[in-house]
């Protein structure tokens, strides 16, 4: 056992980050006194860092009465990677990103005999070993991630026909 005591986690991040990863992660839109209070930062800089995320359009935020919340932008961050994608990678890069996917979804759905994540879900009944639960309960988290990364590398790959030779790299 360490003598070290836990570090917490406002030791390991910045306020920026803490308020970046509470207010991104919020299933409902909360106030700035609210965000503050989770992410263990002083009401100023919350609001400091939220209207930095705002801006960044990885937050919405509303006038309610009195009040201003935030809620992640999911529009706002969808746009900011596509960009990510169209201008960090070739078509053959995501070309290729694409087909490791498709191949890890394929691996599943033979290695599991199922055909949707949530179909992978259900097969928790038919197992009783608390490791294969846990391995395909996380396959199945694994397989809805990897369906949403391949709709984005799908749409940045149309993007190269809808705008051809408009690609400006951000690497230097």
Do not use: C
């Not at 259900?122 to 709709?151: I, M, N, P, Y």
């Amino acid at each position: 056992m360490s003598d070290e005591p836990a570090r917490s986690w406002t030791d390991s991040l910045s306020a920026a980050e803490r308020v970046e990863a509470v207010a991104l992660t919020v299933s409902e839109p909360r106030t700035a006194n609210w965000i503050a209070s989770e992410a263990e930062v002083a009401h100023e800089t919350a609001t400091k860092y939220l209207k930095r995320l705002t801006d960044d359009g990885k937050l919405s935020s509303e006038e309610r009465g009195q009040q201003t919340t935030y809620e992640p932008d999911l529009v706002g961050q969808y746009l900011i990677e596509m960009r990510e994608l169209y201008e960090g990678h070739s078509p053959d890069e995501l070309a290729a990103s694409l087909e490791d996917m498709n191949e890890q979804i394929r691996t599943w759905k033979t290695e599991y005999d199922v055909e949707t994540p949530n179909e992978l879900r259900a097969s928790l009944v038919r197992t009783e070993d608390a490791t294969d639960e846990r391995e395909r309960r996380q396959a199945a988290r694994k397989w809805d991630h990897l369906e949403t990364r391949r709709r984005l590398v799908e749409d940045a790959l149309r993007l190269y026909d809808r705008f051809p030779g408009e690609r400006h790299s951000t690497s230097a």
